[in-house]
């Protein structure tokens, strides 16, 4: 016969054990599918952002012409393509920090004209070049917003010390007879 002086008695209700289970479980799983939730935003981030200016990359500019190709695009749609020319001589001339706090201040005025939404999209598509796709928008705001763009460009360049020149192009669907967003873009591109 074996003895044994271990006497086990109930120091805790096994409903406090529950209860604490139930809650550490609960908040950790909620934290995880808070977490999971925010992987594509992280994803997409680093995937589709250009980290100098913030803007969708030429990633997501082929991403979105993409997803916009097979089907007509309506006639108020328009394609505005501005273009950087001396970004290469400024960097050069002044530093890729100057560089980057140009693209910073283009950047700045575009987005202040062209507010980005779901009806406008604003994206680099690399070596200096920005894309503006518009649901609607016709040839005289088109006209006016990029003379305004240069009016500011012009007087920031001369407050900052820098000369910014840049090109632009664009071209509305329903005054070009055209039909789908490639074929827009490479008449903006002209």
């Not at 980290?51 to 997501?60: E, F, I, S, W």
């Not at 916009?68 to 328009?78: G, H």
């Not at 192009?169 to 002209?190: D, P, Q, T, W």
Request: net charge neutral; proline share 3%.
């Amino acid at each position: 016969v074996m003895l044994s002086s271990v006497r086990v008695t109930e120091r805790f209700p096994i409903l406090i054990f529950t209860i604490l289970i139930v809650v550490i479980f609960g908040a950790l799983g909620c934290a995880g599918a808070a977490l999971f939730g925010r992987i594509e935003d992280f994803i997409e981030y680093y995937a589709f952002t250009n980290k100098v200016d913030g803007l969708p990359n030429r990633a997501k500019c082929d991403q979105f012409i993409t997803s916009r190709e097979k089907r007509p695009i309506p006639e108020e749609f328009a394609c505005i393509v501005c273009k950087l020319t001396n970004l290469q001589t400024e960097n050069a001339r002044l530093g890729r920090e100057a560089g980057d706090r140009m693209i910073k201040d283009f950047v700045e005025i575009l987005t202040s004209v062209f507010t980005p939404s779901a009806k406008m999209f604003i994206g680099n598509n690399g070596a200096g070049q920005y894309l503006i796709f518009a649901e609607s928008m016709n040839r005289e705001t088109a006209a006016a917003a990029l003379r305004q763009i240069g009016a500011v460009l012009e007087e920031k360049s001369r407050d900052r010390g820098y000369q910014i020149h840049l090109q632009h192009g664009f071209a509305c669907a329903g005054e070009e007879r055209c039909a789908y967003i490639r074929e827009l873009l490479s008449i903006a591109m002209k």
